[in-house]
């Protein structure tokens, strides 16, 4: 099983990008985890898409489809998703059939306040139903106060390690029942 893992940030010390670093540590043998970085993706435009794809639209959208599932590290800006997120699923909406129909995907995200980031991610669930991705049923992943858990660009925090880590297997476990 080969997911993908998309950051809603493009900070270099993001803690959202750090959890999908930290997946790649939790995941069980035969399950890997591709991040495809999203600061190369031009801004949505109708009249550039008309073109054709740009290079990296081709790219992301291609990388959507090899893909057996997602895992979206959603960061809260203004107490929603964050402008590159909401860019990167305009993009990979387009087509027939869309590179997000159908697909199976998993949202998880950190901030440094209380909610970790809770809102951006009911937002972002509701974007991806209205684009016809299968996000999971399972819990949620809120990694509040992520400064204190996140050091140096690794999650530190052992309780939320084990949780993300026993999420991950609870997503991987939906991925094999949606596909078979
Ligand atoms: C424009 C902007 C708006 C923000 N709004 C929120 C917010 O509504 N809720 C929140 O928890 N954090 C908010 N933050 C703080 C972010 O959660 C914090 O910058 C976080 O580190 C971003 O994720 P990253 O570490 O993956 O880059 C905001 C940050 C910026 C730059």
Redesign the pocket.
């Given at each position: 099983m080969n997911l993908l893992g998309v950051?809603?940030?493009?900070?270099a010390?993001?803690?959202?990008?750090?959890?999908l670093h930290a997946a790649q540590d939790l995941l069980p043998d035969g399950v890997s985890l591709t991040i495809h970085r999203l600061h190369d993706l031009p801004l949505f435009n109708a009249d550039v898409e008309a073109e054709g794809d740009p290079p990296a639209v081709t790219a992301w959208k291609d990388a959507i489809r090899a893909a057996d599932g997602i895992l979206f590290?959603c960061?809260?800006?203004?107490?929603?998703i964050?402008g590159v997120l909401k860019n990167a699923i305009d993009w990979a909406s387009r087509g027939s059939p869309a590179p997000l129909t159908g697909q199976i995907a998993c949202i998880v995200?950190?901030?440094?306040?209380?909610?970790?980031?809770a809102?951006?991610q009911d937002q972002l669930r509701l974007i991806l139903r209205r684009t016809l991705t299968r996000v999971a049923p399972l819990g949620e992943v809120l990694v509040?106060q992520?400064?204190t858990k996140?050091v140096d660009g690794q999650l530190t925090d052992e309780k939320t390690t084990a949780y993300f880590g026993a999420h991950l297997n609870a997503f991987i476990n939906e991925v094999r029942r949606l596909r078979a």
């Amino acid at each position: 099983m080969n997911l993908l893992g998309v950051s809603g940030s493009l900070r270099a010390a993001s803690f959202n990008t750090t959890l999908l670093h930290a997946a790649q540590d939790l995941l069980p043998d035969g399950v890997s985890l591709t991040i495809h970085r999203l600061h190369d993706l031009p801004l949505f435009n109708a009249d550039v898409e008309a073109e054709g794809d740009p290079p990296a639209v081709t790219a992301w959208k291609d990388a959507i489809r090899a893909a057996d599932g997602i895992l979206f590290a959603c960061p809260e800006y203004n107490a929603g998703i964050t402008g590159v997120l909401k860019n990167a699923i305009d993009w990979a909406s387009r087509g027939s059939p869309a590179p997000l129909t159908g697909q199976i995907a998993c949202i998880v995200g950190a901030s440094p306040g209380m909610t970790g980031s809770a809102r951006a991610q009911d937002q972002l669930r509701l974007i991806l139903r209205r684009t016809l991705t299968r996000v999971a049923p399972l819990g949620e992943v809120l990694v509040f106060q992520a400064h204190t858990k996140i050091v140096d660009g690794q999650l530190t925090d052992e309780k939320t390690t084990a949780y993300f880590g026993a999420h991950l297997n609870a997503f991987i476990n939906e991925v094999r029942r949606l596909r078979a």
